[in-house]
């Protein structure tokens, strides 16, 4: 079936040593979640902040559940599992696989110890190296073997922004790490709009080009309208303008649903801005502590309802992840990412004119849905992604967050319309002037 989006997934490593290439690349990854923890306490690790976040210690012992559950468990002759309750303990969400700990609870588990969980991870790693090295991988499993790689540094990114939400919540404004320069105070680079073919393209991944979700195929094509699309994200300064003129407080700038989640949440600005008083400046809460607001950086933890709003409020719309992905795609993935150590968006005063993957996410105007011809996998896998397709929103481009080797034009992120406590911003786009 050559529109199977798993087609390309059934295939072994090719060549002499792709086996060994893989573990390498694999555990190296793994060491990279890792040292995301470096400098963190146990307690930093083990804390939950809100329901919709996990605690490190919960992320770092999920990613290590996944190898054990779709991979060694079934599959490795003869191995162990190192605690047979890390199977209720850290299965996430998937169904098929049986019951777990309830989500908003994952912070009350002051057992496994942080030094047990890092135990657990090294078990498994072993298990994970002597497996690949035995030869005695089945064709199919590779595929999942990659999914676990990619699903490990999703959880990489999930560290670093719940542990952002959790440090925002302390009055003691504690940093991850604090070496970010002070915020500077220019302006971004002015923006500039580029065009939108319009025309029928063919849009998503497609089975040739590598490792991608299942959600971000088939390829298929669409009909795109010509529009216009900015050529930056939507930066503090700009943004800040849109609070200071009341756009808060008009609801005419409002869906609905939105402007009750500002009433209902008393919300006068993003996420994590805050300030002494009525026209003092802003600061805002980040991995690198309490920062004074950089005008120049992309804005960030922002709801889709304020990126939306905002988008009104500047006589444009969010652009739709089709048009998002037929412009980005002529562009090299230039941005900041996790590799980068900030944490935190780079301003956007010098580097690339023309921004589209790192530093924020991007709300788009479009639904996250199945593309034609899009089935999940069969078995518990198969709830990776499209048990998710309802009521989500898609985000493109990646974040700081974000390590650099896992963003592609494809990818489609998704949250809920509310979600603020992603590295999540607006690039602004509009319809073709004619
Ligand atoms: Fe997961």
């Known amino acids: 079936m050559p529109n199977d989006p798993h087609e390309s997934r059934h295939l072994p490593p090719a060549g002499d040593g792709a086996a060994a290439a893989f573990a390498l690349r694999l555990l190296t990854v793994r060491r990279a979640t890792e040292a995301l ?8 690790c083990a804390l939950q902040s809100m329901p919709d976040a996990s605690p490190v210690k919960w992320h770092l ?54 030094d047990e969980v890092f135990a657990y991870r090294a078990h498994v790693d072993a298990a994970l190296e002597a497996f690949i090295a035995s030869g005695a991988v089945p064709a199919p499993l ?31 404004a504690p940093a991850w790490r604090a070496s970010l320069p002070p915020a500077g105070r220019a302006p971004a680079v002015p923006a500039t709009w580029l065009d939108v073919p319009e025309g029928v393209h063919t ?17 298929h094509r669409v009909f795109v309208e010509a529009a216009q699309v900015a050529s930056r994200p939507v930066s503090n300064g700009e943004y800040a303008a849109f609070v200071a003129a ?32 009525d026209g003092a400046p802003w600061r805002t809460r980040t991995l690198a502590g309490l920062r004074d607001l950089d005008p120049a950086e992309p804005v960030c933890h922002l709801s889709w309802f304020e ?22 795609r ?33 709300w788009t105007a479009s639904a996250y849905a199945p593309y034609p011809g899009f089935a999940p996998a069969a078995g518990a896998i198969g709830e990776y992604n499209g048990k998710f397709m309802a009521n989500q929103m898609v985000l493109r481009g990646g974040s700081c967050a974000t390590p650099r080797s896992h963003i592609r034009a494809t990818y489609r992120n998704f949250f809920p319309t509310h979600a603020r406590w992603q590295f999540s911003g607006v690039r602004l786009a509009r319809d073709h002037r004619r």
């Open 37 to 44: 923890t470096r400098g963190l306490s146990a307690e930093d």
């Open 61 to 114: 012992a999920h990613t290590t559940w996944f190898f054990e559950q779709f991979v060694l468990g079934p599959h490795a002759p003869g191995y162990r599992p190192f605690r047979v309750e890390f199977g209720y303990l850290f299965n996430s969400y998937y169904e098929a696989v049986g019951p777990r700990h309830p989500r908003p609870q994952r912070g009350l588990l002051s057992r496994p110890s942080l």
């Open 142 to 172: 590779w595929s999942v073997l990659e999914l676990g790689l990619h699903h490990e540094q999703q959880h990489q990114e999930l560290i670093l922004t719940d542990l952002a939400h959790l440090f925002s919540v302390s009055p003691l």
């Open 203 to 219: 849009l998503g991944h497609a089975v040739s080009e590598g490792f991608a979700f299942d959600n971000e195929g088939p390829a």
């Open 246 to 277: 009341g756009g808060y407080r008009d609801a005419s700038l409002w869906m609905s649903e939105g402007w009750a989640q500002v009433q209902q949440h008393g919300w006068d600005a993003p996420a994590r801005w805050q300030r002494d008083a």
């Open 307 to 328: 990126a939306d709003a905002y988008a009104r409020f500047a006589g444009a719309r969010l652009p739709t992840e089709a048009e998002w992905e037929l412009v980005a």
């Open 330 to 362: 002529r562009y090299p993935a230039i941005g900041t990412f996790v590799e980068s150590g900030r944490g935190h968006p780079a301003p956007m005063t010098d580097g690339p004119a023309i921004r589209f993957f790192g530093d924020v996410w991007e």
